[in-house]
């Protein structure tokens, strides 16, 4: 325990905590066992830059001993991920049941945690009967479920996401049986029944693939800036961030960050997870942890960015499973609870400074850029140009990494010569050599392996262009148009088919 970060973080430690704490320092004074000196939790990491670190949880879980330690220790915000939700609270019109959220939120105050309240107007896991209301029926009951609802939790909800995911994918108003009554005032309308229930409570809308740029998130920052111009009490824009290794990050997510910032109001990183098709390996691991770190450091790098809630820790209470067959290992601790690459990324992101170095200082901080130097894909030479960046905040020496770019050898010789044609490094730093895979895969029996025989690459920087070529010995032609890492784009764009290694570790790429 750090004790500089310790008395900075804005969290009390609970009570159980400390005690834990002052047992350790006896037994250390006493000459007892010298056990490892126990880290900063991920939520002491976050406090320590004004942030807090959650999790989303519920209830069936939290009869698992092994799950529910963890939770009250690592995490300093939860969010109930069922609990709170219309068709739990009130399955019946006037008939309120708030057991399972305050279980919920008694776990949270004994462990010294905040709790966002998630959530109170939904278009799914709703009621029967909200549907079935006349329309003129419509707002009063959504006002008299928030008042009752937003009433009941003072004190013990510090956040509500009021309204959840108002909007279709092109930015147009999601249908509902609100949006049918009221059209997109009911949002407003939502927004000051909260407020008038609970004053103190800082209120949010939240929504999915919100985190980057695009029609989605400009119809949720029109949609915010005119409630402000209105008058209506909004604090904040919810982020849920549930990616995807396979459909790439959010790169604009920082900016996209900072312009609802600029408006005046909190951000919240609110459902993180990143999925994955299954079965993991450690290329994708790898890329996953380079998401988890890139939200962390967009949150620390955006001040009016709050926190950050993952969707549940662990493997093991998923949604995604159920959600997309095939997919899952979305989370930052397995199906055992044991700590994944991605943890240790978001620790170090976090300023982790106890890491060890076991990470090499940033696991998924480079990346690569392909486009393709070759019209024919037909001909008898493959021609990828390929750039490496930097994207972390420590240099990264270069003899440490290995680039590879999978391929097909086709019909032909199975012996290869490659040519670095030209690169602004001077082609005698970079090494290149062509390997057969142990297992060809679709796309992949063979790869180009690219190396540099000196240089470092400092953050931020790219090495710019390196012109590769490769042919067979006996000048037989390819059919590149199947080729794994193979793309026909002519300019440079981030190539998550193509891997970059350090150490021989992966951290970047999808393996085939
Ligand atoms: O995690 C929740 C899962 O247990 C439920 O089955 C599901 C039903 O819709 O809702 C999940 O949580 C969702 C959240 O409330 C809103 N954003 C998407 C989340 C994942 O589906």
């Given amino acids: ?171 147009t108003f999601r249908t509902s049986p609100f949006y049918t009554a009221l059209g997109s005032d009911y949002i407003a309308s939502a927004l000051r029944a909260a407020h008038a229930a609970d004053p103190d409570a800082r209120l949010y809308l939240n929504d999915y693939n919100i985190e980057g740029l695009g029609a989605k998130s400009d ?107 095939g997919e899952g290992a979305a989370n930052l601790y397995d199906d055992g609870l044991l700590p994944k690459p991605a943890y240790t990324a978001v620790r170090t992101a976090l300023g982790d400074e106890d890491d060890g170095g076991e990470n090499g200082g940033d696991p998924g901080a480079l990346k690569v850029r392909y486009r393709s130097g070759d019209s024919s894909p037909g001909d008898n030479q493959i021609k990828p140009g390929l750039q490496l960046v930097n994207t972390g905040t420590t240099p990264v020496s270069l003899p440490d990494v290995t680039v590879r770019y999978w391929f097909t050898g086709d019909n032909g010789a199975s012996t290869y010569g490659t040519w670095c044609d030209w690169s602004p490094l001077g082609c005698a730093t970079v090494t290149h050599r062509v390997a057969a895979l142990g297992s060809p895969a679709a796309g992949a029996d063979h790869y180009l392996e690219v190396g540099f025989g000196s240089g470092s690459l400092a953050p931020g920087a790219s090495t710019g262009e390196i012109q590769l070529r490769l042919s067979k010995t006996d000048w037989s032609d390819f059919d590149e148009s199947d080729d794994y890492s193979h793309t026909t784009g002519t300019s440079y764009a981030d190539a998550p088919k193509i891997g970059v290694y350090v150490g021989g570790e992966p951290v970047w790429g999808i393996e085939p």
């Fill in 219 to 325: 119809a949720m920052y029109a949609l915010v800036r005119d409630l402000l111009d209105e008058g209506v009490p909004l604090d904040g824009v919810g982020m849920q961030a549930h990616l995807a290794v396979q459909y790439g990050f959010p790169y604009e997510m920082r900016a996209n960050m900072q312009r609802f910032a600029d408006l005046g109001l909190d951000v919240a990183v609110t459902e993180l997870d990143v999925r994955m098709q299954l079965p993991a390996d450690a290329a994708k691991l790898a890329t996953q942890s380079s998401y988890y770190r890139q939200v962390t450091e967009a949150c620390l790098a955006v001040e009016r960015c709050v926190g950050i809630t993952v969707w549940d820790y662990t493997d093991k209470y998923s949604w995604v499973p159920s959600t997309f067959p």
């Fill in 1 to 171: 325990m750090n004790l500089v970060k310790l008395c900075r973080q804005s969290r009390a430690p609970g009570l159980p905590a400390l005690l834990a704490g002052a047992l350790a320092l006896a037994t250390t004074l006493a000459g007892g066992p010298a056990a490892a000196a126990p880290q900063d939790t991920l939520h002491e990491l976050a406090a320590a830059q004004g942030r807090y670190f959650g999790s989303a949880t519920d209830n069936p879980e939290l009869s698992d001993a092994a799950y529910t330690a963890r939770l009250g220790s690592e995490f300093g915000q939860l969010t109930p991920g069922n609990s709170m939700k219309w068709d739990t609270t009130e399955p019946a019109r006037g008939r309120f049941d708030f057991a399972k959220g305050d279980v919920i939120t008694d776990f949270a105050r004994q462990h010294g945690q905040t709790v966002r309240g998630h959530t109170l107007v939904w278009h799914s896991q709703l009621p029967g009967w909200v549907g079935s209301l006349p329309p003129a029926q419509v707002e009063t009951a959504m006002t008299d479920h928030i008042t009752a609802e937003a009433t009941h939790y003072r004190g013990a909800v510090t956040a509500w996401d009021v309204v959840n995911e108002p909007f279709n994918e092109d930015g």
